[in-house]
Structures are given as structure tokens and as C-alpha cells.
């Protein structure tokens, strides 16, 4: 595939269909296997922590691994398309082995079977998120790509949150038969969209040169729209991670509504996939950097309310609700767009088309971002006397919970928008990056 030429709405459904299973992944094995592990197999909490900890460590470092390994390798069938078709199985093994273990699995089995998983994801989703760089040359077009699978991604979370709540009336209640339900229909359904995504034509690779390994990194270091970029996406990020780690506990003890913790997330999400078509829209009439200040501005305006809220506020609650899921859309459409943005500077300058490298080191970010906002939020709140493990729940530490679900992202997001709001690839200049690119490759 090669030319300016956008591809038709049909490939990119096909090329979008593998972020729906894959989309369904991380809610059950973040939020169900833990306590499935410690709850129904009964292992030692301490133990699935320090399992599960290594093995984000693991995902983290093979991410650049990844995206290395996926611009240097060139098979016939393509080095984005080979790289997705070679780690599906594996998805669906880890997939399986972890979410339907046997009933005395053991630490080892647990670390074993998380590991390939968290791997074979990368495998799969660092040169998948390439091959949508690469899938359009143009401004808007990046958006439209970005949009449709960062919806299908959102829908794909959605399901997985609401199968728990479906599976009961089909019959199964217990916590194994609900993670074994999700795993089969993860496994069903991967290998189905990943066939479709195959159909789908992979860009000529076009570099016109090969840089060391340490002269590519080198490059990457020298391209500061990319520094100031991914500088704001870890700081926004740092500012998401925050309420979603808090979410749970906002609503049952800030708001005293544990019966409202999954209507509400469903309510969130649904807004989350409702807002794409919106963000995508402003997109075509204004930079992409503005509208994702924009959406980023608009969750303020919605948190910035959340702190007051006490016992019993669920309708206004569910307004926050609405509006950060709008603003969701803007998160994570306009980012990813801006990414194989940034990507044009650096091929302009070196010749070499890296975008695995590239969308690897941006996927260590967001891993970077919600581990950080763990790590600060649960120690402070322990500091100020919130500890439900404990049954320490002091009126302080709920003032803290407020504080740092919502009055905290506030001022963490102003200071993404003053990095973002004068970004100097607008649709002017990403034009100009690709003449330039065109016209080297032509002569």
C-alpha cells in the first residue's frame, strides 16, 4: 500500500476489530484476577501482589524490546501484519490458562501464565498501534483511524464490565465461571477479528535508511514535539490514573452507594464511546492539540465539583460521570492521532520510518503513568486515616479521598494543557513534514 490515499470504511472496521477483544482484556485481569486468586484459589495476597507487580515490570521493559523487533524484522507477509498474526495464539493461551485455572493453581502457575499473556499482548498491540500510524499519511486521516479503534477499545471494556452482571442470568454466579465465561469469549472472538484484520493492506515500509540502534534513540531524544508530547500524556495520564484507582472506593465510602459503583461505570463508559464521534467531528475543524485541551478542559469543569459531593449525591455524581466520559473520547483519540504526528518529524529528519519504536515507548508511558498514580495514591491516603482494609475510614481520610479523586486531577490536567495548547504541529505543519518525506523519497 503506498500513496496518499485513505482506506475505505470497511478496512478500517477490519483493521479495528481486534481492539474489541483485546479491549476486553485488561478489566478482568487487573481488576477480577486478583482477588479470584486470593478469594477462590486462596493464595496469599502478599504472593498474587508481588506476582502481578513483576509482572507489570515485565510488560514495561518488553515494550521497547517490542517496538524495536517490529521495525527491524521484514517477512513477506508484512512486519506489522506478521507480528499480530504470531502473537494471537498466545493471547488466547495466556488468556485461558489464567483466567480458568485449576482449581489448587500455584504462585508459579499464576507468574507463568500472567507472564506469557502480558507479553503476547505486546507482541501484539505495539506493532498493531504502528500499523494505524502507518495506515494514513494525512492529518484528519489519523483521526478517523484513531477513532474507530479507540472506540471499539472502549466498547470492549464496556463488555467486560457488564458481563459479571450478565452471566448470572444465563446461570453462572460463581467467580470462576464469570473469568471463564470472559476468557471464552475473549478466545472466540480474537481469532475472528485478527482474520478480518489481516484483510487489511499494511503500508510499504519507506524508510530510506537504517540508524544504530543508539543513534535511534539519539533521534528520538532530539525530537522535542515528541518530548513535549509525551510529557503531557504522562502528566494527563497521571491525572486519569488518579480516579480511576479511586473510583471504587469514591463511591462506596465518599458517596456511601456500593450498589451504584457498576451503573455507574457502565453510565461512564457508555458516555466514553458516545463522545468519540463528537471529538472526531471538532477534529476536522480545529488542531488536534486544541481539542484534546479542549476535552481535557471540560473533565475539570466535571471534577472540579466531585470534592463537594458526600453521601447520597448519586445523581450528581452520575453528571461527573457523563462529562468525564465524554472527555474520555478526546483522551483517547487525539493523543494517539498526535503521535503518528510527531512520528513525521523524526522521519523527516532520519529517513527511517520507526513508528513500532515509537508507539512502544508510548505504551511505557501509560504503563508509567497509572503506576505512578497507584503508588501516590494509596500510601497518602493511609496517611490521612483511609484504610478499608483496616477498617480505618477517618472524616479526614475521606476529605483526602475526595481530594485526590478529583481536586488533584484538576490542577495535574492544567498543567498538561499549558504544555499542550501552543503545540507546533498543526495540520499545516504535519503537511509540510510529509511534502518533505515525499520529496526525499522521490529523489
Known sequence: MSGQSEISRAKLIAYAAPALPVGMLALPFYVLVPSFYTETIGLDIALVGTILFFVRVLDAVSDPLAGVFADRIHPRMGRRRFLVAFGTPFIMLGAWMTFAPPDKASGFYLALWASVLSLATTIVQVPYAAWGAELSRSYEGRNRIVAWREGF?????????????????????????????????????LPLAIVLCLRTPEPDNRSITRLPLRESFAAIMANRPFLRLVIAFLVNGFANGLPATLFVFFVRERLQSPDAVGPLLVLYFISGIAGVPFWFWLGRHYSKHRVWCYGMLLAMAAFAFAPFLGSGDVVAFAIVCVLTGLALGADVVMPASLQADVIDVDTARSGEERAGLYLALWGLATKLSLAAAVGVAFPALALFGFDPAQKIITPRGLDALAFLYAGLPVFIKAFAIVTMWRFPIDREAQQRLRNEIEARLSA
Do not use: Q, W
Open 153 to 189: 477499545t472502549v466498547t470492549g471494556t464496556l463488555i467486560a464490565l457488564c458481563m459479571p452482571a450478565l452471566l448470572p442470568a444465563m446461570g453462572i454466579s460463581d467467580p470462576a465461571g464469570i473469568l471463564r465465561g470472559l476468557a471464552l469469549l475473549i478466545v472466540i472472538l
